[in-house]
């Protein structure tokens, strides 16, 4: 579909289109072009969304921009339909899962063929581990943060892992896809770890229990085989568009953040004020990446509305604040003439956080055009806590002018 220009953005055909689209997404499509296995990460985008964004407000070669690309959707629907894309976020493990799901695609040929290799590998390592191997093997816990670790696991299961670890950093990697491994071990130890109630209670710092732990088993090798190979079979239908990966995707700070070229189209949801804590959610995968609670304690103080600000006083000013600067800063950064798509909650009139979305919008329109607005119904069955008792989102569409 060819872009519109500005004078047609109203145009009956673009109003047909975002009237009759599955906002919704209903036909959960995106289940099956998904590669959100690699790394759990709450409140990750929908794909149908950014996908039919792009496909409508841009046109190939296009540079589209998500400012808080969390798990990467928008780098992967950017790519299917040829345009390049830029990505940043302040979560380290944000940009991993983004990378890794980036690299998959680029890579798809040397990543199957790696994976075939390094499962041999590991089913090897892993009778070898069932025979008492483990018991020989000098295991190396002084590289990592072991006072905050083994908390959240039984010490066979922590053992397993850091054996684990070591089998494939000893596995000779390719290291242009290196960080694709890395990355699937992190989420197998966030899913090995014994407590299991809600992502929060990682969040909170709250350690399973010593019945918890007990209880927790966990096949480690095992899993993170048959993660390799979903994550393969769900690659395989999109790894075609692998030649049209023209990237950039770092760390960095949307409130001031200038990515490499302006972009032509933005396309985010960025954080809901005081509704998830997307840093310490991941806290340990920073652990097994070998930061210290002191280093996820400095990326945490930078995170736009965080969940863990709910009891501060000032905690919606100050997200006011920041996502104001934020936007102000996205902007700036959009060429003339350019889109900015953004996904937002909708709260109800006496939910306190109402206002500050409200507000967020006035001071867009008194900056840039608004477009189109969307309602959208939240599949409640698929959603984390505390985003179970949001029930519609809106998408709204926004213009640079000249």
């Known amino acids: 579909m060819k872009k ?5 953005f109203h145009s009956s055909r673009i109003k047909s289109l975002m009237h009759e689209l599955d906002w919704d997404c209903n036909d959960q499509v995106h289940q099956f072009s998904s590669l959100n296995i690699i790394h759990w990460y709450p409140g990750s985008f929908i794909s149908s969304l950014p996908g039919n964004i792009i496909e409508i407000f841009s046109n190939e070669n296009d540079i589209v921009w998500d400012p808080f690309c969390g798990s990467g959707s928008s780098a992967i629907e950017s790519f299917k339909k040829n345009r390049s894309f830029i990505g940043n976020d302040i979560n380290h493990i944000s940009i991993l899962t983004t990378l890794s799901k980036i690299k998959i695609i680029e890579h798809y040929s040397i990543f199957t063929e790696t ?28 590289s990592y943060p072991i006072d905050e670790i083994k908390c959240w696991y039984s010490e066979k299961v922590m053992n397993e892992l850091i054996y684990l670890r070591e089998m494939i950093d000893l596995f000779s990697l390719p290291q242009e896809i290196e960080i694709i491994y890395q990355t699937i ?8 770890n014994a407590q299991q109630k809600t992502w929060g209670h990682i969040a909170d710092n709250v ?7 007990l209880e927790k088993k966990h096949d480690v090798f095992s899993k993170y085989i048959q993660r390799l190979l979903q994550i393969e079979k769900k690659a395989k239908r999109i790894y075609s568009f692998s030649d049209q990966c023209k ?6 700070d949307s409130r001031h953040y200038t990515p490499p070229q302006k972009a032509d ?5 960025p954080p809901y004020p005081l509704m998830n804590d997307y840093v310490t959610a991941q806290r340990l995968s920073y652990y097994w990446l070998k930061h210290s609670k002191e280093d996820i304690n400095t ?18 000013i100050d997200y006011k604040k920041d996502i104001d600067k934020a936007f102000d800063n996205i902007i700036n ?10 996904v937002m909650p909708e709260y109800l009139k006496e939910d306190i956080r109402y206002e500050v979305i409200a507000d967020f919008y006035n001071n867009l329109t008194n900056k840039i055009e608004k477009l189109y607005e969307i309602k959208r119904n939240v599949d409640l069955s698929n959603r984390w806590a505390p985003f179970k008792k949001l029930k519609s989102e809106v998408l709204t569409v926004w213009c640079k002018n000249e």
């Open 115 to 142: 994976s075939k290799k390094l499962i041999d590998f590991l089913e090897v390592k892993k009778a070898e581990l069932q025979f008492g191997y483990l018991n020989n093997v000098k295991k190396n816990h002084t």
């Open 333 to 342: 950064n959009t060429n003339s003439n350019g889109i900015i798509a953004i």
């Open 4 to 8: 519109m220009k500005k004078n047609n």
């Open 265 to 269: 189209l933005v396309i985010t949801s």
């Open 207 to 213: 350690k399973p229990t010593e019945t918890q732990i």
């Open 185 to 192: 071990f992190l989420n197998i130890a966030k899913i090995a």
């Open 299 to 316: 990326v945490k103080k930078n995170e736009i509305g965080a969940r863990y600000r709910r009891h501060n006083k000032t905690r919606l």
């Open 247 to 252: 990237y950039a995707v770092e760390i960095g």
